[in-house]
């Protein structure tokens, strides 16, 4: 009998120093952090519960507490499957979330976060779980002033990208999206290839802002999310300026230009204007690049080529440029796609890089510069004309007299030739373009070249009715006559004399900015002429290659300006060989009598 009250002693000993643990460890109410809220800046900031961005958390501290813990769920039950983010040891009442978390907002609340103390005798409770929502504040909306080529809109606070949409009002088959992580993106797509005001004139837009995660989640949220499209907005832009081109300002959230400089917080927007170059003659291509020097002799940024008098950095990258005489006809008739601005050559070998092919392994393009030290530290930029010129060309000649608007003719020597090549017939001042439909021996059978015959338009249509406001979704009918209008795209005359003049650079201050492209490095031989030469198609006749004309022309200039240029040799391109024709057949060409 004594064994068994002794174990029975045992037994109750043991059951009443369980239930001592018990009571030490279970969680006490007492030791709950209070006040637990969210916050973006400061930790005394009014309490709010919806957030466009990330917020910290805080909470008043537990007397007593060695660290807590804090969990963040899409759930007020904190379930494991709920759980976004969570960690354990802080040492102190408040703690800032490591990644982005997207918009996502609920009834009352989509996002929930509570957090616990740790003292000597184990986890204390859970606070009462502080709920908010993360959403976009404000819709997208046009910023003024305008300039022309050139979209703006207000920013959207927690925004780390925006989706532009953009439609042609006359045909909304002609609508293209793309996306850039500025509040700002060019027309390029309006002007390049054609910068009839019928095409430039209006734009139909509309904007949404983008949240893009930075982090892991727990649970897998969505690693996008996105805001309400815009209203649809038109911008409406003044006729192509031709001109001497020129570089006017820089403009982020401020604007800089010569007379009043200012330090941007992120890549601007680089306006000009004008479209002839310092030789005096016109060019349908524009390339903005960035120098560390006001001597424009050391880049570290190449724009793409472009046809608007605006130019924005876009991480997509550049427009798919024609390689082809036939793309470049397409082209003239299209939005062009995103796509491939081929690596090129100087005529020394240098190369000619767009910083919107620098894409990195997760797709964007690098187009940021690093901060410079403002005042003392600057970039400098400007713009260069670019012309399409052949890449390939065959010369040979008429071996018979050929009338203008002959379909065929008869040559010296027609190897290398073949359907569909454009050719030169004849000598200045009756040349004519036309595209090769057949050759059999020396004769060639042509076609008319519609894209450029002498200073005419390749074509007018002219479009009377209503256009659909596809965009808006409301079905509404905007009466609109457009009269449309290819440009002509005859080459410049390589007799035109070479005419001495400048572009100013512009002081480019950037402050703030995130990534730093890489650095090219340009000889002073090389800054005389930049040539981007396109690959071959179609047995290696293309339509041209892109050639960039500096200002630029000497060395040891004290500044990019008139005066760098006063005693400094043209170099190896006083008469560039520009235009789009493959081939040539001089020889006499005659116009038929009227």
């Not at 039950?77 to 703690?95: C, E, H, M, Q, R």
């Not at 509040?183 to 019928?198: G, K, V």
């Not at 020394?348 to 940021?368: C, F, I, L, Y």
Request: with cysteine; proline share 8%.
């Amino acid at each position: 009998m004594a064994r068994v009250l002794c174990v029975a002693a045992v037994l109750t000993t043991l059951a009443l120093c369980g239930s001592a643990d018990a009571r030490v460890s279970a969680p006490s109410t007492s030791l709950a952090p209070q006040q637990m809220h969210g916050f973006l800046l400061r930790v005394d900031e009014p309490v709010v519960h919806t957030f466009s961005r990330t917020p910290s958390f805080a909470w008043n501290p537990v007397r007593g507490a060695r660290s807590y813990e804090i969990e963040l769920a899409t759930s007020q039950t904190f379930s494991d499957n709920s759980i976004v983010w969570s960690t354990a040891g802080l040492k102190t009442p408040a703690v800032a979330v490591p990644i982005s978390l997207p918009w996502i907002s609920g009834q009352p609340y989509s996002l929930y976060a509570h957090v616990r103390a740790l003292t000597a005798h184990g986890p204390g409770s859970w606070s009462t779980p502080f709920g908010f929502n993360m959403r976009w504040p404000v819709v997208p909306a046009p910023l003024y002033p305008s300039y022309p080529g050139l979209l703006r809109w207000t920013a959207v606070p927690g925004a780390s990208a925006y989706s532009v949409w953009i439609q042609d009002p006359a045909d909304p088959t002609l609508s293209k999206i793309f996306w850039t992580r500025t509040n700002m993106a060019d027309e390029r797509e309006l002007y390049t290839f054609h910068q009839d005001p019928s095409w430039t004139g209006t734009v139909l837009w509309r904007v949404r802002a983008e949240r893009q995660l930075v982090g892991k989640t727990q649970n897998g949220l969505p690693a996008v999310s996105y805001g309400p499209w815009s209203h649809v907005y038109a911008s409406t832009n003044p006729a192509f300026a031709t001109g001497p081109l020129n570089v006017l300002s820089s403009v982020s959230n401020v604007v800089s230009n010569s007379a009043n400089t200012r330090s941007h917080e992120v890549m601007p927007a680089f306006i000009f204007s004008g479209d002839t170059s310092i030789w005096g003659t016109p060019h349908p291509l524009y390339r903005v690049v960035v120098f560390t020097d006001q001597d424009c002799l050391n880049p570290v940024f190449y724009g793409a080529v472009v046809g608007s008098p605006a130019y924005v950095p876009r991480e997509v990258g550049p427009l798919a440029m024609p390689t082809t005489v036939d793309d470049e006809t397409n082209d003239q008739t299209a939005f062009l796609a995103d796509g491939v601005e081929p690596d090129g050559f100087t005529a020394d070998g240098a190369t000619v890089h767009t910083n919107e092919m620098d894409k990195a392994s997760w797709g964007a393009a690098k187009v940021d510069l690093w901060d410079s030290d403002w005042p003392g530290g600057r970039y400098y930029w400007t713009v260069m004309p670019v012309d399409a010129v052949p890449d390939q060309q065959l010369a040979t000649k008429l071996t018979a007299v050929a009338s203008v608007g002959a379909t065929t003719i008869t040559v010296a020597d027609a190897t290398g030739i073949g359907a569909s090549d454009h050719i030169l017939v004849g000598d200045a001042p009756t040349t004519e373009q036309a595209v090769v439909s057949a050759v059999a021996g020396s004769s060639i059978t042509l076609v008319q070249d519609q894209r450029s015959r002498s200073h005419r338009a390749v074509f007018d249509a002219v479009r009377v009715g209503p256009v659909t406001d596809r965009l808006a979704g409301r079905g509404q009918n905007q009466g609109a006559e457009v009269l449309r209008h290819a440009a002509d795209r005859l080459a410049a005359d390589p007799r035109d004399r070479l005419v001495r003049g400048s572009v100013e650079p512009h002081a480019l201050p950037l402050a703030h900015s995130r990534e730093r492209p890489d650095r090219l490095d340009l000889s002073a031989a090389a800054a005389q002429a930049r040539q981007l030469v396109l690959p071959g198609a179609r047995g290696g006749h293309v339509a041209g290659r892109y050639q960039d004309w500096p200002f630029l022309v000497g060395t040891g200039a004290a500044r990019c300006d008139e005066a760098a240029l006063q005693d400094r040799p043209l170099g190896p391109f006083e008469q560039p060989p520009v235009g789009v024709p493959t081939h040539h057949a001089a020889g006499q060409h005659t116009r038929a009598a009227e």
